[in-house]
């Protein structure tokens, strides 16, 4: 008889925390990739490729990290679905799948791109850089990751930010905050280093105050009503 209630409270005290540090994992290795990726790599899509010679060490590390983090992205969004329950907004939790899942696709696309350019030079550097394939391979690398994949993000975070609102799972200052970083990833198309950090920033914040939250009182943290559940 008690062990149904035994599983639940199981399920209350880990998810939440397993949210918590997914999310923390996939927002420092993504951090990292992308300070990786912006240090060695100039901003200037002119340029002629000299980072190549001397820093695609540092990108083929960053490159290396994208699977990962994606991985404890997945996890992330798993779980963080999971702990909605019977309270999940099936138009709501639709775009925050989809639209993780597309930022998820972009990125690796954009990170393929960049480990082609580093291989390929390794290859045949004149042909690549003369060819007009290191040019195009940056633009559309460039294009991807701060224009559609950010955009994605934003999404991402609307439909989160509004799902807590609606369910109340979360605090509304949290949601408000949400909805503000998502609107500056909406309306800023730049290569800034600064404006692709605030996706991942953002669910370090999140996962931290998640993690906190559950360590100093288990059980709580993205918690369902308990009557609700048995009900």
């Known amino acids: 008889m008690n062990t149904p209630q035994r599983v639940l409270t199981q399920r209350v005290l880990r998810t939440p925390r397993a949210a918590a540090i997914a999310g923390i994992i996939f927002a420092l290795l993504l951090s990292l990739a992308y300070i990786l990726i912006r240090v060695a790599v100039p901003p200037n899509l002119a340029d002629e490729g000299v980072w190549l010679e001397s ?14 983090a994606g991985i404890a992205f997945l996890w992330f969004m798993g779980v963080v679905r999971d702990r909605l329950g019977h309270l999940e907004d099936q138009f709501f939790s639709t775009v925050f ?33 003369e060819s007009g394939v290191y040019s195009f391979s940056r633009a559309v690398m460039y294009r991807i990751s701060n224009v559609y994949a950010i955009r994605m993000a934003a999404v991402f975070m609307i439909s989160i930010g509004t799902i807590w609102i609606r369910t109340e799972v979360m605090p509304r200052l949290l949601a408000l905050l949400t909805y503000a970083l998502a609107l500056i990833l909406l309306v800023t198309i730049s290569y800034s ?28 943290g993205m918690d369902v009503d308990p009557g609700a559940v048995e009900a």
């Open 97 to 129: 799948y989809g639209s993780g899942l597309l930022f998820l696709a972009m990125t690796f696309v954009s990170a393929a791109l960049v480990g082609g350019i580093v291989a390929s030079y390794a290859v045949e550097s004149t042909k690549l850089i």
């Open 193 to 220: 280093l600064w404006v692709t950090m605030i996706f991942p920033g953002w669910v370090l914040v999140i996962s931290i105050y998640i993690l906190v939250l559950n360590l100093r009182s288990p059980g709580a």
């Open 55 to 68: 820093r695609s060490g540092m990108v083929t590390v960053a490159v290396s990290l994208v699977p990962f």
